[in-house]
């Protein structure tokens, strides 16, 4: 079982450009998230499904979108990327609201 | 507002027991989470308490009490391998997770 992946695993990015981060799940859980990691910091919520069709908006939505289209796949775009979006990048899962999460490997991105 | 406190960097011998502490304010208590990161990967899942009182797996154990908004990572046997980062996270009141920054853990022989 593959569990989440993610990709790219790294990109280097310029400003202003657009670029969507795409996870998939195999383990047909109703939740997914978006988080992105910085030094120093704790991971921060961007965007969240509860479930296929419905999203919502996290700790630190601005500059990034989402769509949930189906159970398995959670993409993000970021419509103009800025330099303040360079961080590691982590898709998450689990099964309901309360669970434990799942982790993809995550992606690196470094907007120039 | 929220805030998840633990100590940035603990260091420790291999074979011996280490202690992380993690003390919370948040909107709300639905758990807390612990999990583990080594350098580079993702985070994986360790432990969960909703209740007072201590869970224990294996050489792990976590602790919490509800009421003083504190929990404590047990890690007994050190070995090398336990070197990496622990991750202390609450769930709100909204089921969204509030994130520690996290205790980097070296472990020395």
């Known amino acids: 079982t593959a569990g989440i992946t993610q990709a790219p695993t790294s990109q280097i990015l310029a400003a202003g450009r657009s670029m969507t981060l795409r996870c998939t799940q195999d383990?047909?859980?109703?939740?997914m998230y978006w988080y992105r990691q910085d030094l120093g910091l704790g991971l921060r919520l961007i965007h969240y499904s509860n479930t296929a069709g419905t999203t919502g908006k996290g700790e630190v939505p601005d500059g990034y979108s989402v769509s949930r289209a189906n159970t398995d796949d959670f993409p993000l775009t970021l419509a103009s990327a800025v330099p303040s979006q360079t961080s590691v990048y982590f898709c998450?899962?689990?099964?309901?609201?309360?669970?434990?999460?799942?982790f993809g490997p995550g992606t690196r991105l470094t907007v120039t | 507002g929220q805030n998840i406190d633990q100590p940035t960097e603990m260091t420790a011998t291999e074979g011996a027991i280490v202690q992380i502490n993690c003390t919370y304010q948040?909107?709300?208590?639905?758990?807390l989470f612990w999990y583990q990161q080594h350098a580079g990967e993702a985070p994986t899942f360790l432990s969960y308490?909703?209740l007072d009182g201590l869970e224990e797996k294996g050489r792990f154990s976590s602790f919490l009490s509800r009421s003083k908004g504190y929990s404590y990572l047990l890690l007994k046997e050190l070995q090398m391998k336990d070197s990496a980062s622990y991750l202390c996270?609450?769930?709100?009141?909204?089921?969204?997770?509030?994130w520690g920054a996290g205790t980097k853990l070296i472990i020395k022989p």
């Open positions: 948040t909107s709300g208590f639905n758990g």
């Open positions: 998450a899962s689990s099964e309901g609201l309360e669970g434990e999460q799942y």
């Open positions: 308490n909703v």
């Open positions: 996270a609450v769930m709100d009141s909204n089921y969204q997770l509030i």
């Open positions: 383990m047909r859980h109703n939740a």
